[in-house]
């Protein structure tokens, strides 16, 4: 699991039961935490949704940061702007953009999604979800029409 290292603004002082040690005044001390949110890369797809089309599904591909691993997604933790969650299947891994970054390709409920979404040229989109024990988010703007 990747760890973000914090450093104080301030050295640290020790005491040792009788004074505070002078070399201290330049001691640093590092703490080490798990990183617990992580900004993803999401691809939604068609880039403009219609609420004329008749299509069942809106498809969205996930791209992680590197030390994670879209096979340990935990695609029923996976929810659109929070509320839609993505289909328990069809979901799959694969590199959609032919970019070396692996991505893992949910479905979400095209009517759910178009009933949700604002009317707008540039509607955000939020994606998020869990890989392991760290939550990860990422945005992508669609066009929308009602």
């Not at 001390?29 to 798990?34: A, D, G, N, Q, R």
């Not at 617990?36 to 999401?42: A, F, K, S």
């Not at 880039?47 to 096979?71: C, F, H, M, R």
Request: no cysteine; charged share 15%; aromatic share 10%.
């Amino acid at each position: 699991m990747p760890y973000r290292t914090i450093q104080p603004i301030h050295g640290g002082r020790a005491f040792d039961g009788d004074r505070y040690g002078a070399w201290m005044d330049m001691a640093t001390f590092s703490v080490h935490l798990p990183v617990t949110n992580i900004t993803g890369t999401i691809n939604f797809d068609p880039d403009t949704l219609n609420q004329k089309s008749k299509g069942k599904w809106v498809t969205v591909y996930i791209e992680l940061p590197t030390g994670y691993n879209v096979a340990n997604i935990i695609v029923s933790s996976i929810r659109l702007n929070g509320t839609i969650p993505a289909e328990p299947w069809p979901y799959s891994s694969g590199d959609s953009d032919h970019d070396g970054i692996p991505d893992l390709m949910v479905k979400f409920k095209r009517a759910d999604v178009i009933n949700l979404l604002p009317n707008g040229n540039n509607v955000q989109v939020i994606v998020t979800g869990t890989v392991g024990t760290t939550t990860f988010e990422g945005v992508d703007f669609v066009r929308v029409i009602h």
